[in-house]
């Protein structure tokens, strides 16, 4: 089972994608995450990355799409993925139906998480991540159990650079732009479903888990 997330930041694709990963034994691929690795150890690819992300600006589609083709070689792929931050415009589309010809495979679902601005902007204000797993936490919706404390790995928890107000409104209009184009290209080949998003991200996740259920190529 090969799932897509599309929708905004904030739409909840990290928490709803790593619950997914966990319940199918998938690999979780998330490009914001392999980014933000790659700038935390000093990379290239995270030193050239880094001032587009903290602008809210996408990082140049040359630099992720390979990023993630070196990531697609890697052979816990092979069994399926949940994919979260790509693609974020056609160029992206097209170039991921393109690597996944080349390995004789396609997407078997794609799903957009559909969020309110006043949705978004509160959820990543207040959005906690973890630096030693990446775990997402909120300071009102999802508090940790000990402040600034990874409930998972007791890692600590920081706000992400790009999580400030002026960023994130960047970031949404980045997004505005793209998403339309990008609907269009996998509503034409009858793969999209939408999901309102602004509800409870356990119904979200119970939502997702019955269409990949019903898409799932073996049924
Ligand atoms: P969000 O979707 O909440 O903005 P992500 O963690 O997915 O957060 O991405 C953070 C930043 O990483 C983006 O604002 C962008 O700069 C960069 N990024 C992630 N994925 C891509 C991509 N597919 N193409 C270009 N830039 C990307």
Known sequence: MRIVLLGPPGAGKGTQAKELAKRMNFPHI??????????????????????????????????????????FSQADVKKGFILDGYPRNINQAEALDEMLKQADMGIDLVVYLDTSDAVIIQRLTGRLVCKACGGNFHSSNMPPKAKGICDNCGGSLYQREDDKEETIKKRIQVYKNEVATLIEYYRKCNKLHNLSADLDAGFVLEEIIQLAINDSPEV
């Open 30 to 71: 998330s490009t914001g995450e392999i980014l933000r690795q790659n700038v935390s150890k000093g990379s290239c690819l995270g030193k050239e990355a880094n001032a587009f992300m903290l602008s809210g600006a996408l990082v140049p589609d040359a630099l992720v799409t390979k990023m993630l083709k070196e990531r």
